[in-house]
Nanobody, 127 residues
Framework: QVQLVESGGGLVQPGGSLRLSCAASGRTFSPYTMGWFRQAPGKDREFVSAIAYNGRYVYYADSVRGRFTISSANTKNTVVYLQMNLLKSEDTAVYYC???????????????????WGQGTQVTVSS
């Protein structure tokens, strides 16, 4: 059974930075496409970023492009990071890591495309 565990959330001032980590544990044989989503209070879960199973493609929501960077520590994407810079109050949310073995990238921005989810980590941007 594969599990995803996020870490790195916390409280940061506007303009600050945080780095989130997501680690997949268990029987991880194949490379995963990994995504980051977030959900603010009273709002739907939204796509933030993703990295394809082959590491060749990365994707960002318009709201974070140029400020956030997704990366992977290995070729299987069992450890991925989300570097978040120039944080804004509207970035405040619970951030979730998600994974899928599906190699089709057509739905990479859709939460329904992912099979595994972490428990989430809180990011609060406030002065």
């Amino acid at each position: 059974q594969v599990q995803l565990v996020e870490s790195g959330g916390g409280l940061v001032q506007p303009g600050g930075s945080l780095r989130l980590s997501c680690a997949a544990s268990g029987r991880t044989f194949s490379p995963y496409t990994m995504g980051w989503f977030r959900q603010a209070p009273g709002k739907d879960r939204e796509f933030v970023s993703a990295i394809a199973y082959n590491g060749r493609y990365v994707y960002y929501a318009d709201s974070v492009r140029g400020r956030f960077t997704i990366s992977s520590a290995n070729t299987k994407n069992t450890v991925v990071y989300l570097q978040m810079n120039l944080l804004k109050s509207e970035d405040t949310a619970v951030y979730y890591c998600a994974a899928t073995l599906t190699q089709s990238l057509a739905g990479i921005r859709e939460a329904s495309s992912y099979d595994l989810w972490g428990q989430g980590t809180q990011v609060t941007v406030s002065s």
